[in-house]
């Protein structure tokens, strides 16, 4: 049984930051990439940020590219989004997903059909 344990939401205020980590355990076959979704209310789930674990490329939503980045450790199936100068735009659930297998094209790596594995998701509240 795979796991995906998220932590690191909670409530800050508008222009501050905060970090989100998530790892993987279990039996995992060839881990592809680990990225953050995120789903505020009332919309659809969307991309935040992504990265493939064997070479480190990251990939980023249109809306947090210049605030938010990701890091990851291959060896531990663990990654961390840092994100900085938050607005209330960003209030979600952030959900943690792992993609197992071989490479793919470039544009999966932004889909969520992508991913096979999922976390429950944790809370970031940006409010003053």
């Known amino acids: 049984q795979v796991q995906l344990v998220e932590s690191g939401g909670g409530l800050v205020q508008p222009g501050g930051s905060l970090g989100l980590s998530c790892a993987a355990s279990?039996?995992?076959?060839?881990?592809?990439?680990m990225a953050w979704f995120r789903r505020a209310p009332g919309k659809e789930r969307e991309f935040v940020a992504g990265?493939?674990?064997?070479?480190?490329?990251?990939y980023y939503g249109s809306s947090v590219y210049t605030r938010f980045r990701l890091s990851g450790d291959n060896a531990k199936n663990t990654v961390w989004l840092q994100m900085n100068s938050l607005n209330p735009e960003d209030t979600a659930i952030y959900y943690c997903a792992l993609r197992a297998g071989r490479r793919t094209r470039l544009t999966d790596y932004y889909d969520e059909d992508s991913y096979h594995y999922w976390g429950q998701g944790t809370q970031v509240t940006v409010s003053s």
């Open positions: 990265i493939r674990l064997s070479d480190g490329n990251e």
């Open positions: 279990g039996r995992i076959v060839n881990v592809d990439a």
